[in-house]
């Protein structure tokens, strides 16, 4: 008997129920329709998003194993790439919400009949515990938390089981968003309580370890380091159930394995590879490409105003105009991109964020706005970038520093490692000229600003202070967007960004992501995370 | 010479290799402190302020002196506790109880296919100096040595799995549907074994050829050099020119007098090719999707987990200590001169 019958046999008289004791996945073969295999270059590192020094990939974790309040709907973007739209929201564990009258409460209807893995009716009293938790933790989730004005316990009421309210500060339009993002998610009280201390209130040790949702998968089988394997939770009544009964995602470092892997088959989707692979595939009629650009994020050079050169204006403006932006674009980033650069009007017409910023490469120009800052003969600086991003960012390095050299800038490239870009480059703040890859969760340019361009934040490297981007950002933040006032303060920022270059933008980078052709369903969210829920192999969706 | 002054010997060097443990203890708390990059940034997440980065700063015990943290990780150590790692949350023990078999597993088969290849390669060579099969020995030893280990491994994929379809995918210890064995030793082929799996066995089987004659056509170089080198000293030797006039056939004098007197230096060389393929195999590994040690030990550098740094160093110079115990002791049990002198 060789293999493949043998699955056969195995998983037809096993059936689903008795899987954990085999010890074959029951998908009898690679071509299954319900199994998908993902590979990926990092795996999660705990099933917890609220613990401390939870890693990206474990986003992953709270958006297919744990369902929130909301979630965002989906729209289709002209290449056929489907992307969540944050601007409308859709039912999940909430079955419907209003707003109160007063604008200082938000009132959600839990959904009847929904329940935990465990079978546990989901209540506003988990929601609250949850919910709760999140803001009590510290670190980033109550952070993001606070993003959308949900800062402290009090806030959260469970007025009845099928009744949740979140009492508001103050009105932001970022309240109802921020809550379809990966870190509000609703936990299993009762069992995350029985497993909780009085050390460890928040039962941080269970959480960790062992998932407790009602999320569209449950947990199969997780080996840090190796896999994660999710199965289908069949009695999901939150959202369409999906059509995949099971998803095995395997670490592999190596780009090129990951690579192989799925052009040889093994892999329906394959994650992460840089953008010379997805270039090259793309031309391919077997795979299918997913490129979106990243929202609210873009690939920029920052410079440092504590840097002497750098206070002045004309110089930074200079240096804008000395970047190869189109060779970048093309050498580099292998145009998995939109350009950022070459914008028309010093003005901006839209309050569209990213775009493309008014500056092109001009040597004469950048020349003579040297010479009008009296830098005439040109001055030495360092160019730092993160080695962890060394892919693109050190080609991208190599050209502006051979481009800047033109104009008299002699640059040295700083390769600073990974564990030491935070505090090299966020915190301690203390590099004159660095490569940024920042990215907002919620896509307003008022977002972006408090988090890059206002004094003292953590994403500001540049030191970058100016009292009216201040103002403007304050103003704006919590603004509703079709607030009369909206569009003339957030236009006005845009024109002090482009003026004041303290950031110089190249271009918005895509995420991307290579499927097999009969691979569909992907969607693109701002945590760049896989949501397995929409994901059909038949070919047929 | 009598068994108790071997047991003499066996149990001082034992007590030799106390001092090097503290001195690695100390050396490795001192080196991760002194790391650069700071952790409490590092898990502060991507959206940290300056308060969550104290509060993590706190929670981790890094505002503490030096002094009472290395007093913390001693007290810690005595009772068998490596700490937990920062990045993955689990106690590192823990961790290095799942990781270490993968890489043992692997390096112990690259070991068997390189000694087979190499040794006899070497007595081959050694036996007929500036033969052909001298030159061939010459060869196979510079190029194993001269082909890093990152573009054999990627070399072998492209061809055996990429073009030829004959090698399983590599994914790791074991194919897409495949289940690890129940845990016993963490070697999945004995586990296998164990539970009397011969498909599972013969799975995580398949899934070390290509990693182990990576890291194998590697350690080549050393080991067949060291036996040419030590066979050709030997078989020069007085004793083995009597073995030879005494009329003993060619077989008796190369294997039983040349081969065995030449297998000490050899002894040590594989000692050192172990353990330097245990710690420093992080390409083959990143190349197969191998989940050992190395790659843990990488990625924990990189996100400045010093738990987990120290945790590693210090099983590493721990099995290293045990290494060469076990090779020294061996040496007093087949040589009777390390006895008289030692």
Known sequence: MDRRNFLKTAGVAAGASVLPFLKYLPAEAAGRNDTLVVVTGNGPNSMDIHRKGTNRPSYQIAVNLYDRLVGYSTKTLENGSLMYDYTKLEPEVAESWAIAEDGKSITFKIRKGATFWDGAPITAHDVKWSFDRAVSLGGFPTVQMKAGSLVNTDQFVAVDDETFVIKLLKPSKLTLPDLGVPVPIIINSKLAKKHATEKDPWGTEYLHRTPAGSGAFMLDRWDPGQQTVYKRFDKWTNGKLPGILRVIIREIPSASTRRALLERGDADVSLDLPPKDFAELQGSDKFTISGVPIENSMIAIGLNLDFEPYKNKLVRQAVAHAIPYDQIFKQAAFERGIPMWGGKSAKPETIKWPQPFPYDTDYDKSKALLKEAGYENGFEVPLAFNLGLAQWSEPLCLLLQESLGKVGIKVTIDKIPGANWRTAALVEKKLPMHVKAFGGWLNYPDYYSFWVYQKGRLFNSMNYHNPEIEELTEATLHLEVDHPDYEPKIKRMLEIFFDEVPLIPIYQPYLDVAMQKKVTGYKYYAHRQLDCRLFDKSGSA | ?342
């Open chain 2, 1 to 342: 010479m009598n068994t108790n002054s071997k047991l003499m010997i066996i149990i001082r060097r034992i007590l030799h290799a106390v001092p090097s443990v503290i001195g690695i203890i100390i050396v490795t708390f001192v080196l991760t402190r002194a790391l650069p990059g700071d952790p409490a940034v590092y898990f502060a997440g991507p959206a940290a302020t300056a308060e969550s980065i104290q509060e993590i700063r706190e929670a981790l015990g890094l505002d503490k002196a030096w002094p009472e943290q290395f007093w913390i990780y001693v007290s810690d150590l005595v009772v068998g506790n490596l700490g937990v790692s920062i990045s993955t949350g689990f106690p590192v023990a823990e961790e290095l109880a799942r990781r270490l078999p993968a890489s043992l597993e692997l390096t112990l088969i690259a070991l068997i296919f390189s000694i087979s290849i190499a040794i006899p390669l070497g007595i081959a060579a050694a036996t007929r100096p500036n033969s052909w099969v001298d030159q061939v020995c010459r060869l196979v030893v510079t190029a194993g040595v001269s082909l890093p280990v990152f573009f054999t491994g990627i070399f072998m994929i492209y061809i055996f799995y990429y073009i030829l379809g004959i090698a399983p995918s590599p994914l790791g210890r074991l194919g897409i549907y495949f289940m690890s064995p129940p845990h016993v030793t963490g070697f999945y082929t004995i586990d296998a074994l164990l539970v009397g799996d011969l498909e599972v066995f013969w799975a995580a089987f398949v899934q070390m050829i290509m990693p182990a004659i990576t890291l194998g056509i590697f350690t080549l170089a050393p080991l067949a050099r060291m036996t040419r080198a030590s066979m050709i000293q030997v078989l020069s030797g007085d004793f083995i020119r009597t073995a030879r006039a005494s009329g003993l056939s060619r077989g008796t004098v190369l294997y039983k007098y040349a081969f065995q007197n030449a297998l000490l230096p050899i002894l040590t060389t594989l000692g050192m090719v172990f353990s330097f393929m245990l710690g420093s195999n992080v390409l083959v590994e990143k190349v197969f999707a191998w989940p050992g040690i190395g790659s843990f030990a990488i990625e924990a550098l990189i996100v400045s987990d010093y738990v987990a740094v120290q945790g590693f160093v210090l099983a590493m110079a721990i099995l290293y200590v045990i290494l060469n115990l076990t090779i020294d002791i061996i040496y007093t049990l087949i040589d009777p001169r390390v006895g008289l002198d030692g």
